[in-house]
């Protein structure tokens, strides 16, 4: 699987953006896709993460109720809308595929199989 994010770029704080990703290949369904990001001089966190069907989703604690995960599996993409951008929103953000995720696992890192490439997002203030 590869996958290729976009949709990053400059934005004032309170401004709102959507991240893409596309996926190649044609099991994209079957696996559970996820966001994360690395701000400058930090560990990558995670953001949010959407089960294979889209039933179900995990926000980090910190970004509930202002960043959305979806996804279209007719398309092979998984979307994050983010509202009320602020600037330590600012990171590079990067999409992930993970075929055996269970629920209570969907905000591990390592439990992704598959990484983009990033997308810088800067909130200026």
């Known amino acids: 699987v590869q996958l290729q994010a976009s949709g990053g770029g400059l934005v004032q704080a309170g401004d709102s953006l959507r991240l893409s990703c596309v996926a190649s290949?044609?099991?994209?369904?079957?696996?559970?896709m996820g966001w994360f990001r690395q701000a400058p001089g930090k560990e990558r966190e995670f953001v949010a993460s959407?089960?294979?069907?889209?039933?179900?989703?995990s926000y980090a604690d910190s970004l509930k109720g202002r960043f959305t995960i979806s996804r279209d599996n007719a398309r092979n993409t998984v979307q994050l809308s983010m509202n009320g951008l602020k600037p330590e929103d600012t990171a590079v953000y990067y999409c992930?595929?993970?075929?055996?995720?269970?629920?209570?696992?969907?905000?591990?890192?390592?439990?992704?199989?598959?990484w983009g490439q990033g997308t810088l997002v800067t909130v200026s203030s």
């Open positions: 992930a595929a993970g075929a055996r995720i269970i629920i209570t696992s969907m905000s591990m890192a390592g439990q992704y199989d598959y």
């Open positions: 290949g044609r099991t994209f369904s079957t696996y559970t």
């Open positions: 959407i089960k294979r069907g889209g039933a179900s989703t």
